[in-house]
């Protein structure tokens, strides 16, 4: 009867053991997917004002090569050179 008593007991403290196991690994899951979250919506974050910004870029490069086209087609009408051909 001891040893019966001697293997419950064994037993019952190893089921603690493994108890005590999941609620700490199940914890570690919990917490390493809210990080993941919060990553993965910094990341999303990121993207976007990196999207924003190129768009941003892309579209201050295009004014400006909008505005040099004017000028330069400004200075050729302003400038009177080459309009008169005078043969002597």
């Keep these: 009867m001891t040893s019966q008593?001697?293997?419950i007991?064994?037993?019952e403290s190893r089921m603690e053991e493994?108890?005590?196991t999941i609620r700490g690994l199940t914890e570690e899951l919990v917490?390493?997917?809210q990080?993941?979250?919060e990553l993965e919506q910094a990341q999303e974050t990121a993207d976007a004002d990196s999207k924003s910004e190129s768009e941003?870029?892309?579209a201050q490069d295009e004014e400006a090569k909008s505005d040099e086209s004017k000028d330069d087609t400004?200075?050729?009408e302003s400038s009177g050179l080459g309009d008169d051909i005078i043969v002597a």
């Design 31 to 33: 917490d390493a997917n």
């Design 56 to 58: 941003s870029e892309s």
């Design 18 to 20: 493994l108890e005590a």
């Design 5 to 7: 008593r001697d293997r």
């Design 35 to 37: 990080r993941i979250r």
């Design 74 to 76: 400004e200075e050729e």
């Design 9 to 11: 007991g064994s037993l």
